[in-house]
């Protein structure tokens, strides 16, 4: 069963445990308290989360290993199931993000390279939760969340005008 759009709650009421690894060289990053912020803002139970920023060899690798696809992607998704059986609320997981390819498409795109940060941790966020888009009426309901949580935070449509994603 598929997770329906959850009520909006108040980011507050969910603790984010959250670590920041930064394997990338690029120097256009956002900062923790940016990373902090746009993954609470998604966040709709308490979390254990890892973002890695890599550069396209880790990225590439990382996709070819889990997803069998020979390239370095904008985001992939780990997410961990919860060693104690108490904390079943609970969300663990990883977000790998690979900055040099979120430049190159923000830069495509013609987005703020902090919106589409923001965009694709959202994202990964949401398939954290479950969410996913590997059929219209998922990826609708995706779509309409994420449109929903960056307008929130003053960040326009990111399908606007926009490339289909995979």
Sequence with gaps: ??????????PHRFHLHLTVQRASRSSLQPSEG?????????LR?????TVRLVDRP????????FRHKDYPTNVLTFPYPDENPRASTRLHGDLVLCAPVI??????QHKPLLNHYAHLLIHGMLHLQGYDHENETEATLMETLEIDLLTQLSIPNPYLDCPAHG
């Design 58 to 65: 880790e990225g590439r690798s990382l996709n070819q290993t």
């Design 103 to 108: 430049k190159a498409e923000a830069r495509l």
């Design 1 to 10: 069963m598929k997770p329906r759009t959850p009520p909006m709650a108040e």
């Design 34 to 42: 940016q990373i902090r912020q746009w993954l609470r803002h998604a």
């Design 45 to 49: 139970r308490s979390a254990m989360i």
